[in-house]
């Protein structure tokens, strides 16, 4: 039992190393530049969510300003409307950011991708903005994805 916890924990360990940074379109970083996001597991672009599971989300940027406060916005964009997606924790400053934020400092924000079982099977665009003091964009960036069964 234990070697099997052991390679269960190694696979894990692992997968996670080979994380791939994900190609993604940056929709207006305006005070801040992406320097590398990545969506854990998906290891082919367009991602494949599937119903009931949660995806991790790693984003490295460089904030151009100082803010004391950060809050994510996250839409899934369907035929050009951007439809609310809720996220389990909106406070950018509990989700890997140190606040307050410096300029000029590079920041993991850290967060989940929750895909609950009653979304529709379909194709779509995850949009997901940092804001900063003033609604300020510190990242935006939107990535195809399919959610699956």
Request: glycine share 6%.
């Amino acid at each position: 039992m234990r070697l099997l916890v052991a390679a269960f924990l190694l696979l894990a360990l692992g997968a996670s190393a080979l994380a791939e940074p994900v190609h993604f379109k940056d929709c207006g970083s305006a005070v801040g530049v992406i320097k590398e996001l990545n969506v854990n597991p998906c290891p082919a672009q367009p991602c494949k969510l599937h119903k009931g599971q949660s995806y991790s989300v790693n984003v490295t940027f460089t904030s151009n300003i100082p803010s004391q406060s950060s809050k994510a916005v996250v839409h899934g964009i369907v035929l050009g409307v951007a439809v609310p997606f809720p996220i389990p924790e909106a406070d950018g400053c509990k989700s890997g950011i140190n606040c307050p934020i410096q300029k000029d400092k590079t920041y993991s924000y850290l967060n989940k991708l929750p895909v609950k079982n009653e979304y529709p099977s379909i194709k779509l665009v995850v949009q997901w903005m940092l804001l900063g003091d003033n609604n300020q964009h510190l990242f935006c960036w939107e990535i195809p994805v399919q959610i699956e069964g």
